[in-house]
């Protein structure tokens, strides 16, 4: 077990509380009467007396090649395996099993980003046949395995489902890196997996350009050589089968088109693997606060059990919903909420290749319109850029959504009302959800059938999720204490990661260690898993997140968190985006500051900087008060739309702003260096 480390004051989170209580809204009677789970029972058949049995009920919605023997073991903590003695196949559970009554059903539909080319509707027969033809050419052609390592590197088409599920089929063990990742960054996760493969596209659409994607996997195989692993070969999808599409050429001998050779298999069908409970499934790289990024290692069993019930009744998914998750699959989120939950379930799931707000922000209402999409789940960075665009543009298009889902960070209490009013027409629930990479699926929310929504709050723990409020010190902060704390998990759930790939102490001192109460016991309840968020636990029970332990701002000793800052900031009416950044201060240490990018039709002024820096003094108090408010034209994001924070520190603190060339819009650097500094 590696050394515990001391807490750094500056970036540990036991953070000052300053928003105030939301109200709450009641379900839609209509909701309700239609839910996976309207049984108020399930709070106690997931009780902590029922546990770790109490998930049978997330397993039993699987098929199982052997029932398990064991359904929790807790022998090498925290290295907890789940369904113990159990074999499963994750793609029969996410295809095959499907066949019999809905062969003729839309798996899922794949939307191309330039509107002129026709959505494709994949029936789970066709999706079926593709995955088998695609998992004997990865058996037959490459050689693969079970146990075997594959990196992918591809973008949100069709191809990528496939390709995962042909994996999981064969037993081996895929790692999709999210294609808005350089070359550099793919190669070094290759390399890091030990992959044979590497599977990539030709090209792919973004913001209305054809980009060149082939590129980034040259790049990822010299960086993979240079780190003495690089892949056998490197498996190139056509995004228009029987066309290369990319400038950058093919390297013979090493690089391989897929749909040229893709018909030698032409009626193939390879017999699914019988995996343990316990088998890795699949790799899922997510960043460190410090080192290299950490490789999640999900299992079978326990993952895809906890996905599929949680898909089933946090976000009632039936088999007759058209669902799209706006996420990229190369994040687990399209992972878990994308490809397995969703497909265990025998629903209908979106594949969006584009920019949302492409060619404006009219396109997601225009593709819910067309497919009558009835559950949405996207993130509030997401929501926020449509917002930005106005109330009209929903308004326009006859979509209905029963259901919407938050994910990925807190979401301000003035974006809930607005999605919840304008995007859900008022009639739509919605779980804002919180989890991570390594959690695998939510870990608290409402059930939306049996609990009222509250803006800004995920809510309480899942059923079967027992998570604690702990201070610095390891003292439990009770509900109401008004005092924000670290959040943590008493127990194991079924979706935890198993480890990290080739480092499991860096599992336990990253996530365990902390707040270990004996690192010798066997007991579960002595090993709280570590979250780093940090979080108010109010007094009805509703956990309401924070953001990072280290997106905090000690303002005179006196702990911010960024996001309750932004959030003030999103009250005024004009602000559609708003950032907030430490910087030196020579009385208080350090103090905020403010960067915000306007609604459409609202232009910057002194006076306008005096209304928003007010909102955060009226907010919070005087002590928010930010040292500049900068109204800038459009934040520093990264392609899947995250705002920039470090490039505006760099800027505030006349800093490096480091490699930008990855930002989806990086000459907006230039103009903001200019407002800010002259």
């Not at 911010?560 to 009250?571: F, H, M, R």
């Not at 705002?643 to 800027?651: D, F, G, K, N, W």
Request: hydrophobic letters at 35%.
């Amino acid at each position: 077990m590696a050394k515990k480390t001391v807490p750094n004051d500056s970036t540990e989170a036991s953070l000052a509380v300053h928003w105030k209580e939301e109200e709450v809204y009641a379900p839609a009677t209509s909701f309700i009467a239609q839910a996976n789970l309207a049984d108020p029972g399930v709070f106690d058949r997931f009780s902590e007396k029922n546990f770790p049995e109490c998930y049978k009920e997330y397993a039993d919605l699987l098929t199982w090649y052997k029932y398990w023997e064991k359904t929790l073991d807790t022998s090498n903590p925290p290295f907890w395996k789940w369904f113990v003695g159990g074999e499963l196949n994750a793609c029969y559970n996410c295809v095959d099993r499907h066949l019999a009554q809905n062969r003729n059903k839309a798996a899922l539909h794949f939307v191309p980003e330039p509107e002129q080319e026709g959505i494709q509707h994949i029936t789970y027969q066709e999706l079926w046949v593709r995955v088998n033809e695609f998992a004997a050419l990865l058996q037959d052609f490459c050689g693969l395995k079970r146990g075997d390592r594959v990196t992918l590197h591809l973008p949100m088409t069709a191809e990528l489902p496939i390709t995962m599920l042909a994996c999981a089929r064969l037993g081996v063990i895929h790692s999709q890196v999210f294609s808005g990742f350089s070359g550099q960054a793919c190669g070094e996760r290759v390399a890091d997996s030990t992959s044979r493969v590497l599977i990539t596209m030709d090209a792919y659409y973004r913001g209305g350009t054809l980009l060149d994607h082939k590129k980034g996997a040259d790049l990822a195989y010299e960086k993979a050589q240079e780190l003495k692993a690089p892949p056998e070969k490197v498996l190139v999808w056509q995004r228009y089968p029987g066309k290369y599409s990319s400038p950058t050429p093919m390297v013979k001998g090493r690089d391989v088109a897929v749909n040229e050779i893709l018909p030698k298999y032409r009626g193939h069908r390879v017999e699914p693997e019988r995996m343990k409970s316990t088998d890795t499934l699949f790799l899922m790289y997510t960043s460190g606060s410090t080192g290299k990024p950490k490789a999640i290692q999900h299992g079978t069993g326990g993952y895809l059990a906890y996905v599929t019930g949680t898909s089933k009744y946090i976000q009632d998914i039936h088999p007759e919903d058209v669902y799209w998750c706006m996420a990229d699959i190369g994040w687990i989120t399209g992972h878990s909420y994308i490809v397995y939950g969703p497909l265990a379930l025998c629903a209908s799931s979106v594949i969006y290749e584009g920019v949302p707000t492409y060619p404006d922000a009219g396109r997601p209402w225009r593709i819910a319109e067309e497919l009558g999409v009835n559950i949405f789940h996207t993130s509030p960075t997401a929501i926020r850029a449509l917002r930005r665009a106005g109330d009209d543009i929903p308004k326009k298009y006859n979509y209905h959504f029963k259901h919407m889902t938050t994910v990925g960070e807190p979401i301000e209490p003035e974006v809930w009302r607005w999605f919840h009013r304008v995007v859900g027409k008022g009639e739509a629930v919605v779980v804002d959800t919180w989890w991570q990479t390594e959690t695998g699926g939510f870990l608290c929310s409402t059930v939306p059938a049996l609990m009222s929504m509250k803006p800004g709050s995920a809510g309480p723990g899942l059923p079967g999720i027992y998570p604690v409020v702990y201070d610095d010190e390891g003292i439990e902060l009770p509900a109401g204490a008004g005092k924000a704390g670290n959040i943590c998990i008493r127990n194991p759930w079924p979706g935890l990661m198993q480890s990290i790939w080739g480092d499991p102490d860096r599992m336990v001192s990253t996530y365990f260690q902390r707040y270990c109460k004996n690192k010798n016991s066997k007991d579960w309840r002595d090993w709280p898993y570590f979250a780093g968020d940090g979080a108010v636990f109010a007094q009805d029970g509703y956990f309401r997140i924070l953001g990072r332990i280290d997106d905090v701002i000690n303002v005179a000793g006196h702990r911010l968190g960024t996001k309750e800052l932004e959030s003030a900031a999103l009250t005024v009416e004009e602000v559609a985006e708003a950032a907030v950044v430490p910087v030196p201060d020579e009385v208080k240490g350090r103090v905020p500051e403010l960067y915000v990018a306007l609604k459409p039709g609202h232009k910057a002024s002194p006076a306008l900087a005096e209304k928003i820096s007010k909102a955060l003094v009226a907010h919070i108090g005087p002590i928010a008060k930010p040292k500049h408010v900068w109204i800038v034209p459009d934040m520093p994001k990264t392609r899947s739309g995250k705002i920039m924070r470090r490039v505006l520190a760099a800027i505030s603190t006349g800093g490096i702003t480091g490699d930008i060339t990855t930002l989806a819009n990086p000459d907006v650097v230039e103009l903001i260096r200019k407002t800010v500094q002259g």
